[in-house]
């Protein structure tokens, strides 16, 4: 048994309400398990994450040292993947775990020099813990170039709320294709924009629901973008939505689009399929492994022009739209949902650390 009476502790840079995916992972699994009786200790510490300032050092170090031995903790990888000396200087008394939505090296944007400190970097923290906790399969296997054993590592997919399925527009009006993520590199918008500049003479409208400050550089530069290509009826950026209006959003939608460069899971990518709608996206990372094949057009990632073919092939054949729609139909009823893949993260915490939570 832990030295209290909590399941185990978990560290995140930050406070847990945010709205990216990895913050909604944690905080899902979080509450799914109080909800079971489970308690979590929720850390949140300050500091710069994943570039380290001394905040973020002394903000871990202090949080672990806390800790009495013997304790079970859980560390978000955005926290651990850039301190591995303090990750270290804590394995020996503490049962460590970390937990890895995709490695910080294959984050989009970054420089030759930042992706080689951070493999350097992640690699070494992975080394000290006692495993990894993924959430996915595609994540499980990039990891043994990270020289992790598999068998050190476990994958817990997120899971999906059970929604309605889509109505498609009202009133019978164009397509309407539906994008949510985050304004970043990584999700690939100014892709979007392109390609949908070249579909501009196709009825179609367009709504982005996601954060515009994340990455304020970035979202200027992909509004400013919809500016000069005279897109703005068109494609419509409503920012980060409450869970109501993002479900208004996912039911008016005839396709959702994301091209991402890479995901390490794709949470919305799965709560497009929950609802019945197709996907267009990309071959980045764990999406193949997340959107089957039958329910989707996949695109090699960065590349605008099968983006638009893949576009275009659906938004003129609504009888090609109505056959994925039904793969996303069928492939709905397997997704995991939160409370069995919390429990699954309790129980795989206790299977890399050996103490009974029981």
Known sequence: M????????LIVPGPLDQRTGGYIYDARIVSELAEAGVPVAVHSIGGRFPDVDDVAREALNARLASLADGETV??????????????????PRLAMVALVHHPLADETGQ??????????SERETLSHVQGVIVTSPFTARRLADFDVDEDRVRVVRPGTDPAPLADGPNGGGPPSLVC???????KGHDLLVAALDRLRDFEWNCVCAGSTTRDPGYADQVLAE???????DRIEFVGE????????????ASLFVLPSYYEGYGMAYAEALARG??????????IPDTVPSFASVLVPPGDVDALVSALEGLLVAPERREVLAEGARMHRDSLPDWAEQAHRFRDVVTDLTGPSYE
């Open 180 to 186: 949510v993520a985050s304004l970043s590199p990584r």
């Open 74 to 91: 859980v560390v978000d990888g955005l926290a651990a993947g850039g301190l591995p000396e303090v990750i270290a200087a804590h394995t």
């Open 277 to 286: 709608i197709p996907v267009v996206g990309t071959t980045g990372g764990a």
């Open 241 to 252: 939505l409450e869970i109501a209006e993002l479900e208004e959003v996912y039911r008016t």
């Open 111 to 120: 420089s030759p020099e930042q992706v080689e400190r951070f493999f350097v």
């Open 226 to 232: 919809v500016e000069q290509r005279n897109l703005r």
């Open 2 to 9: 832990s030295a209290t009476s909590n399941a185990f502790h």
